[in-house]
């Protein structure tokens, strides 16, 4: 279900698609991130790292009367804090969605799929 916005020339209706792609594009600016995850199940313990056209995949939207949430499944870099990696995403997403699409954020969930190493990459 599109987030619909109403202004003084008429109504403006955002797919759930375009709120993952932006949200995926501004979570991959932080620092400490390598990528976006799967949102399938782990399989024998691996995150499958999604490559740039398929960040979306790793976004889940959720719209029930017009309160935007958003699921992120990430993987971070070794050696990060994930605390500030996972903060840090939060906030880039939430400022990037307002700034960008005027559409505020009720909740943003940070489910951490799996940690990278250089030598993984």
Do not use: C, W
């Amino acid at each position: 279900m599109p987030v619909e916005m109403n202004t003084p020339l008429g109504k403006i209706d955002v797919s759930e698609e375009v709120i993952a792609r932006i949200a995926g594009g501004a979570a991959m600016e932080v620092f400490g991130l390598v990528g976006m995850a799967s949102r399938k199940a782990l399989k024998d313990g691996i995150a499958e790292l999604l490559k740039k056209d398929n960040l979306s995949k790793g976004v889940v939207v959720r719209n029930e009367n017009n309160d935007v949430s958003l699921d992120l499944h990430i993987i971070v870099s070794y050696g990060t804090k994930i605390s500030e990696v996972a903060g840090n995403v939060q906030s880039r997403v939430r400022y990037t969605l307002e700034q960008t699409l005027g559409v505020e954020v009720s909740a943003i969930n940070i489910y951490v799929q799996g940690v990278r190493t250089d030598r993984e990459l």
